[in-house]
C-alpha cells in the first residue's frame, strides 16, 4: 500500500457560495497529484470536504507556496471564473535590504539546464525599473512589481510586497534570486542549490537549516480579487518565532 509523506492540513475557509471558495492553503500541501503525493493534496481533502461537488482548481501555488487558492464547485464555474481578470499579490521575505520605492523587475525566464537542479530558471537581462514596460518578449518576457513594505524578521531582511505582471514558472522566485535578493527557505534559489538534493534526499545538516532560516519558502499569496470581490489572507506575517524545523505536519487521513 502506498503511503504519501505526511503533509500540513492547516487549511483555512476564507469565503464559501454555491459557486466557488476561497482557501487559504498552508506552506507544505501540494494543491493536486504531484510527485510523491497521489492523496495527501488540497484537492483530495476539499473532494472529502465538499461530496456533493465537483473541484476545479481555478488557481495554483506550488507545494511550499501559502496563500489564497481559488476553487470552483462545477464546471461551468470554472470555466467562467477561469476567464476573469484577477489581481494577485504576494507577500515575499528576502536576505538583503531592497531599495525602497516600487519596482519592476523586468527579463526573460529561462530554465538555465545546468547542474545541481536543471529546473532552476534565471531572469536573463535583469533590469530594475521604475516603469513596467508596455512591449515584453512574447516568449519567455517577464515582468513583477516589487515594493519593500518592511523590515524582516531578522537583520539584513526584507518584506516585500510582489504583484506579477506576467505568469512565468518561478518567477518571483528566479526574479528576486537573480537580483540578489533570494526568498528565504527556498531550497532551489538560496544561496546554495546543493541544499535542495540534500533536502529531497532529507540529509539537511543544521547548517543549511540556519542559512535557510524557515522550513518553508518565505513566499505568500496574501490577496486576491476579482469582479466586485477582494479576499485577503487570514495568516500572519513570518516571524522569527517560525524558525523551527521540529516535526508539525499532520498526515492527511483519507480513512
Known amino acids: 500500500m502506498r503511503i504519501d509523506p505526511p503533509v500540513n492540513v492547516d487549511i483555512r475557509w476564507v469565503y464559501e457560495n454555491e459557486h466557488f471558495m476561497v482557501i487559504d492553503k498552508p506552506a507544505d500541501l501540494p494543491v493536486h497529484s504531484s510527485g510523491s503525493y497521489l492523496w495527501h493534496t488540497l484537492e483530495t481533502f476539499l473532494k472529502r470536504r465538499r461530496p456533493g461537488n465537483t473541484i476545479h482548481l481555478v488557481s495554483r501555488l506550488d507545494r511550499e507556496t501559502s496563500g489564497l487558492v481559488l476553487v470552483a464547485k462545477d464546471a461551468k464555474t470554472a470555466a467562467v471564473l477561469g476567464?476573469?481578470?484577477?489581481?494577485?499579490?504576494?507577500?515575499?521575505?528576502?536576505?538583503?535590504?531592497?531599495?525602497?520605492?516600487?519596482?519592476?523587475?523586468v527579463g526573460e525566464i529561462h530554465r538555465t539546464n545546468e547542474p545541481p537542479v536543471y529546473s532552476m530558471r534565471r531572469l536573463?537581462?535583469?533590469?530594475?525599473?521604475?516603469?513596467?514596460?508596455?512591449?515584453?518578449?512574447?516568449?519567455?518576457?517577464?515582468?513583477?512589481?516589487?515594493?519593500?513594505?518592511?523590515?524582516?524578521?531578522w537583520?539584513?531582511?526584507?518584506?516585500?510586497?510582489?504583484?506579477?505582471?506576467?505568469?512565468?514558472?518561478?518567477?518571483?522566485?528566479?526574479s528576486l534570486a537573480t537580483l540578489g535578493y533570494p526568498v528565504i527557505g527556498d531550497k532551489i534559489y538560496h544561496t546554495d542549490p546543493e541544499r535542495f538534493l540534500r533536502f529531497r534526499e532529507d540529509t539537511l545538516t543544521e547548517d543549511d537549516k540556519r542559512a535557510l532560516r524557515l522550513p518553508n519558502q518565505a513566499l505568500r499569496a496574501v490577496e486576491l480579487a476579482f469582479d466586485d470581490y477582494c479576499f485577503k489572507t487570514v495568516r500572519p506575517t513570518w516571524t522569527a518565532a517560525d524558525a523551527t524545523w521540529e516535526p508539525n505536519a499532520t498526515t492527511l487521513m483519507l480513512l
Open 155 to 174: 537583520p539584513n531582511t526584507t518584506l516585500l510586497n510582489a504583484e506579477l505582471v506576467t505568469g512565468r514558472t518561478h518567477q518571483i522566485r528566479a
Open 124 to 153: 536573463y537581462h535583469a533590469q530594475l525599473l521604475p516603469e513596467c514596460p508596455k512591449v515584453l518578449s512574447p516568449d519567455r518576457g517577464a515582468a513583477t512589481w516589487f515594493e519593500a513594505i518592511a523590515p524582516g524578521p
Open 83 to 105: 476567464k476573469r481578470k484577477k489581481r494577485k499579490l504576494y507577500h515575499v521575505l528576502v536576505e538583503g535590504i531592497f531599495p525602497a520605492g516600487r519596482w519592476c523587475a
